[in-house]
């Protein structure tokens, strides 16, 4: 038996959460099933979409039941395995979500290989949001050289991985950001071409300077007044890559997007697409992306916070803005 | 010199367009440039899209200018031929707008066979309505056997095109348009399995046991408070072809669309599209409705209005949903 802690939902929220809405608790873990492997948390991902399964009814995925361990992709170490191709002191990716153990089907987990690359990449760069980034770019909003693509929440782990491929691309790239320090990042490390302030008061006007020839893609991760800014300077048959709205998660009722009319007079296409739907996108990915990080060409940025039991205030603080980087929790060293 | 009755934008509308909007003239016409055709007007079709052109601003098409011939697609004879390929007495569609004669460039005008169809149907089923149902069906929806088609204004030019094709195709078919004639004659005459009526005041309740799996594809002509209830009944990997908003055509601001959260957690696409754009799929249509048309698949229904002088009081029926089938002027016998 091993004593496990664990971050449980204790309370849906209504709005914005706090903290109140997390519990911490510790169980004893047993030993594994069958094709089962325990897995020591080294890293745990937090990211924008488990806002979603906080909330109750029908979403893209199931939620999580009040009492339940809050979901989340991780990185670990087998400590016992009882299924086969995995052995103590493998490295695995999966999900255990936010918990210091856990036993995990065999199946759901993909080893690492702690050479090629740092072993918490897997959660942001090579994993699940640099997969998003890839896919909604260049699959979904089909982003071609010598088009503007402008994408929001641009500093995060999605968004400063769909600047650089756009740049690798040949596109012209305008980032948006919150505040000059994350802005002035885009330009000068990840080599955007323009970035722009949501905070701006003269958010549209300052767009449309950054972006003089208007918009062919969105690569949407906020929704609300930054989505308002960009819907007037999509060019006609542009497309919006719908990948989050974080500006909504805490909306207690549906609000309306912007008009139809625009997107009838300009023959937009948007599409709204879950990683998850892509996964057999994950082998030209992981080739495409190994290959530009050995390059250099794409540069990548963590926000570490040490310590399973800072979880909830991290996650919190996520969904104000204040990370800075793809967001980890180191569980265990 | 003949003499030329012609319909002009005397005035733009500021909300719903009036009779005062449109001024009937008469002016002498010329005989045609070289490279020219002299028609004279036999078919004026009406059609929604031509609420937009009588606005300023930015659309995809140019306005109408004020003082100008109200712009329109015609089916006409010869009258005079100044232009190669062309002889007197030849029937011709084109674009001459809501007036008796004009001179129009040969290159702009297609030649029709009047013992094949109807010669008004190259401006309904056969024509730019017929395409725009096929290709916003089939290409922008990619509407599949099996699959639920809602299509609003469904006993319109277009919307009794794209449930008749998506029958042919082996789709589930809901029809809505307004009023009991109208919904009736959706199933007993064009073979939807189901009509809701818009001025339903249930009507969420009603599209949804009319959709018992929900919907794959909406063919959207209207929005409001249509699309509203459609919107939370679309199934995962759901498409709406954005088609018109005639319920918009009027605001004075721009209208907020459905919630953005819904697109995401389906991953809906919606794609505004214009039939223009889509010229190259004229002729595949052509032939697959010229089959259909023969082999008595698809239904089609004319309203037909005698007199140009009755355009604008007909055009204003038909933003208010008065017309029963392809609206259609007889300008001349």
């Not at 995060?156 to 990042?185: P, R, Y």
Request: proline share 4%.
């Amino acid at each position: 038996m091993i004593a496990n802690r664990q971050v449980l939902l204790k309370a849906r929220p209504v709005g914005e959460p706090t903290t109140d809405n997390f519990e911490i608790v510790e169980k004893e873990l047993s030993a594994p099933a069958d094709g089962e492997v325990l897995v020591r948390t080294l890293f745990l991902s937090l990211d924008p979409y488990m806002r979603g399964r906080m909330n109750e009814g029908r979403s893209y995925a199931a939620s999580v039941i009040v009492g339940a361990v809050m979901v989340g992709g991780t990185v670990g170490e087998v400590v016992e395995s009882n299924a086969p191709g995995f052995a103590k002191g493998d490295f695995v990716s999966g999900f255990a979500g936010w918990q210091e153990y856990a036993n995990l089907p065999g199946k759901t987990l993909w080893k690492l290989d702690a050479k090629a690359a740092p072993l918490s990449y897997a959660l942001g760069v090579l994993g699940m949001p640099g997969l998003t980034a890839y896919v909604g770019l260049l699959d979904i909003a089909q982003a071609k050289a010598g088009e503007t693509v402008v994408v929001s929440a641009a500093s995060g782990a999605v968004g400063s991985v769909v600047g650089q491929i756009a740049k690798i691309k040949g596109c012209h790239t305008v980032g948006i950001a919150g505040g000059k320090m994350k802005c002035e990042h885009l330009v000068n490390d990840l080599g955007f071409d323009a970035w722009v302030d949501h905070r701006d008061p003269e958010l549209f006007k300052s767009l449309k300077a950054a972006c003089p020839k208007g918009i062919e893609v969105d690569f949407e991760n906020v929704g609300g007044a930054v989505l308002q800014a960009i819907w007037p300077l999509m060019n006609d048959f542009g497309r919006v890559a719908l990948c989050g709205l974080i500006a909504h998660y805490n909306d207690t009722s549906l609000s309306a997007g912007p008009s139809w009319l625009y997107m009838l007079a300009r023959r937009l296409t948007v599409r709204g697409f879950i990683v998850s739907d892509h996964m057999d996108r994950m082998k030209d990915f992981q080739r495409d992306m190994g290959g530009w990080l050995r390059e250099g060409k794409i540069k990548y940025r963590e926000d570490i916070v040490d310590g399973l039991e800072n979880a909830p205030t991290a996650f919190l603080g996520m969904l104000k803005g204040k990370n800075f980087g793809k967001l980890i929790v180191r569980v265990a060293q």
